[in-house]
C-alpha cells in the first residue's frame, strides 16, 4: 500500500490530506473567512494565510491518518490554475518536504483535481465519461476517454457560471460567494417569473461553449427597473429564474456531448457541482436518456487535498513524477498524460 499526502492551495483554501492510493485517511480544509467582507478573493491576502496555515494543517492531517511523514511514499501538489502567490505557497511547500524525506512528488492540473473528487465517490468507473466542469474560474465540457486521458469539447468565452452566480449575488446585495445563497433563496422561487436569456452560440463557435456575460448583463438591466423594495419582494423569484438560466444551458450542452460521443456516463465537478437545481435536473435528464450520473460528494465539491491527493495517485503509480523545476502556471490548461 502507498501513502500520499497532498496539498492545495490554488485560491482561498488550505487544504491536506492523506490517502491511502485511493483511499482517503485524513482531509482538512481551512477557508479563509478573511474575504468575505472584501466580497471576493485578496490574492495577496489569500497567499498570506496559505503560508501561515499550510503547516499545521500538514501536521494535522498526518495526525488523522495516523501516519509519520517518514511513512509516505509520495507527495501531490496543485500547480495551476490558480492565483500564481497562492500556488507557490503549495508547491514551494511540497519541493521542500520532497528533498527532506526523498520522495517523490507530482504537481496535479486543478481541473484535474476536480474530476478525480468526483471519482473519489465512484466504487467501479466506466469510461468514456462526459465531465461538466462548474466552478468560479471555469466552465467546460470534458471527454474523459480513460484515466488522465482527456479532450476539451467546450469552454467558456467570457465569465464561468461561478462567477456569474456570485457576481448576480452582488447585484442582488447577498453574501458571498453567492452560489450557495441565490441557491437557497430559489428554494420558494418560482423560476418562470423572469425571463433571462440562454446563450447558446449555435450559430458561431462550438455547440460546447458557453457564455455567462450577458446573463449577467439581463439580471443588471432587469434590477435598475425596479426599486429596492421590489427587488426584497421578489427576491426568490428572481434568484429563481437566474439559476434556471444558467443551469438549463449546462444540462442541455452535457447532455448533447453525451449522445454525440456516444457516452455512457456523465459527471459534474468543481464548486456549483453543488448547486441542488442542477444535481436534480441532470438526474431527471440523465434517467430519462439511460445515462449514468456521476455526482461527487458535496464535501469534494469545493477545493480541497483529497481530489488533488487522487489525481496524484495516477501519475505516481505510473511513475511519472514532478522535479524541483516544476513551477507555477496561474493559466494552466487541462491536458492528457503522457504514459
Same mark, same amino acid.
Not at 180 to 206: C, H, M, T, W
Not at 244 to 250: D, F
Given at each position: 500500500?502507498?501513502?500520499?499526502?497532498?496539498?492545495?492551495?490554488?485560491?482561498?483554501?488550505?487544504?491536506?490530506?492523506?490517502? *491511502?492510493?485511493?483511499?482517503?485517511?485524513?482531509?482538512?480544509?481551512?477557508? *479563509?473567512?478573511?474575504?468575505?467582507?472584501?466580497? &471576493?478573493?485578496?490574492?495577496?491576502?489569500?497567499?498570506?494565510?496559505?503560508? /501561515?496555515?499550510?503547516?499545521?494543517?500538514?501536521?494535522?492531517?498526518?495526525?488523522?491518518?495516523?501516519?509519520?511523514?517518514? *511513512?509516505?511514499?509520495?507527495?501531490?501538489?496543485?500547480? &495551476?490554475?490558480?492565483? %500564481?502567490?497562492?500556488?507557490?505557497? &503549495?508547491?514551494?511547500?511540497?519541493?521542500?518536504?520532497?528533498?527532506?524525506?526523498?520522495?517523490?512528488?507530482?504537481?496535479?492540473?486543478?481541473?484535474?483535481?476536480?474530476?478525480?473528487?468526483?471519482?473519489?465517490?465512484?466504487?467501479?468507473?466506466?469510461?468514456?465519461?462526459?465531465?461538466?466542469?462548474?466552478?468560479?474560474?471555469?466552465?467546460?465540457?470534458?471527454?474523459?476517454?480513460?484515466?488522465?486521458?482527456?479532450?476539451?469539447?467546450?469552454?467558456?468565452?467570457?465569465? =464561468?457560471? &461561478?462567477?456569474?452566480?456570485?457576481?448576480?449575488?452582488?447585484?442582488?446585495?447577498?453574501?458571498?460567494?453567492?452560489?450557495?445563497?441565490?441557491? /437557497?433563496?430559489?428554494?420558494?422561487?418560482?423560476?418562470?417569473?423572469?425571463?433571462?436569456? /440562454?446563450?447558446?452560440?449555435?450559430?458561431?463557435?462550438?455547440?460546447?461553449?458557453?457564455?455567462?456575460?450577458?446573463?449577467?448583463?439581463?439580471?443588471?438591466?432587469?434590477?435598475?427597473?425596479?426599486?429596492?423594495?421590489?427587488?426584497?419582494?421578489?427576491?426568490?423569484?428572481?434568484?429563481?429564474?437566474?439559476? =434556471?438560466? %444558467?443551469?438549463?444551458?449546462?444540462?442541455?450542452?452535457?447532455?448533447?456531448?453525451? /449522445?454525440?460521443?456516444?457516452?455512457?456516463?456523465?459527471?459534474?465537478?468543481?464548486?456549483?457541482?453543488?448547486?441542488?437545481?442542477?444535481?436534480?435536473?441532470?438526474?431527471?435528464?440523465?434517467?430519462?436518456?439511460?445515462?449514468?450520473?456521476?455526482?461527487?460528494?458535496?464535501?469534494?465539491?469545493?477545493?480541497?487535498?483529497?481530489?488533488?491527493?487522487?489525481?496524484?495517485?495516477?501519475?505516481?503509480?505510473?511513475?511519472?513524477?514532478?522535479? *524541483?523545476?516544476?513551477?507555477?502556471?496561474?493559466?494552466?490548461?487541462?491536458?492528457?498524460?503522457?504514459?
Amino acid at each position: 500500500m502507498k501513502y500520499i499526502l497532498a496539498v492545495e492551495t490554488s485560491c482561498d483554501e488550505t487544504s491536506a490530506a492523506v490517502l *491511502q492510493e485511493s483511499k482517503v485517511l485524513s482531509s482538512i480544509i481551512s477557508s *479563509q473567512e478573511i474575504h468575505s467582507k472584501f466580497g &471576493g478573493v485578496v490574492p495577496e491576502l489569500a497567499s498570506r494565510e496559505h503560508v /501561515r496555515l499550510i503547516t499545521p494543517i500538514v501536521k494535522k492531517a498526518l495526525q488523522e491518518a495516523d501516519l509519520k511523514p517518514e *511513512q509516505l511514499d509520495g507527495l501531490a501538489v496543485t500547480y &495551476g490554475p490558480g492565483l %500564481a502567490g497562492a500556488l507557490l505557497a &503549495g508547491v514551494n511547500f511540497i519541493k521542500g518536504m520532497a528533498v527532506s524525506l526523498d520522495i517523490p512528488f507530482i504537481g496535479v492540473n486543478h481541473i484535474e483535481g476536480h474530476i478525480y473528487g468526483n471519482l473519489l465517490s465512484q466504487p467501479e468507473v466506466k469510461f468514456p465519461i462526459i465531465f461538466l466542469i462548474v466552478s468560479g474560474g471555469h466552465t467546460q465540457i470534458v471527454l474523459m476517454e480513460d484515466d488522465l486521458q482527456y479532450k476539451i469539447l467546450g469552454k467558456t468565452r467570457d465569465d =464561468a457560471v &461561478g462567477e456569474a452566480f456570485d457576481k448576480g449575488a452582488k447585484l442582488l446585495g447577498l453574501g458571498y460567494p453567492g452560489g450557495p445563497e441565490i441557491d /437557497r433563496l430559489a428554494q420558494s422561487g418560482n423560476p418562470q417569473a423572469v425571463k433571462f436569456p /440562454r446563450a447558446y452560440l449555435k450559430k458561431s463557435g462550438s455547440d460546447y461553449d458557453f457564455s455567462y456575460s450577458g446573463l449577467k448583463t439581463s439580471l443588471l438591466t432587469y434590477l435598475n427597473k425596479l426599486d429596492k423594495e421590489d427587488i426584497q419582494k421578489n427576491m426568490p423569484d428572481i434568484c429563481a429564474s437566474y439559476q =434556471a438560466a %444558467a443551469v438549463e444551458v449546462l444540462v442541455h450542452k452535457t447532455l448533447a456531448a453525451a /449522445r454525440e460521443f456516444k457516452a455512457g456516463q456523465t459527471a459534474i465537478a468543481g464548486g456549483v457541482a453543488a448547486n441542488s437545481l442542477l444535481r436534480n435536473w441532470l438526474q431527471d435528464e440523465c434517467r430519462k436518456a439511460d445515462i449514468s450520473l456521476y455526482l461527487p460528494e458535496f464535501k469534494y465539491c469545493t477545493d480541497n487535498a483529497a481530489m488533488i491527493g487522487r489525481a496524484g495517485y495516477e501519475y505516481l503509480k505510473r511513475g511519472i513524477y514532478s522535479d *524541483q523545476s516544476l513551477n507555477v502556471y496561474p493559466s494552466l490548461k487541462l491536458v492528457s498524460a503522457e504514459k
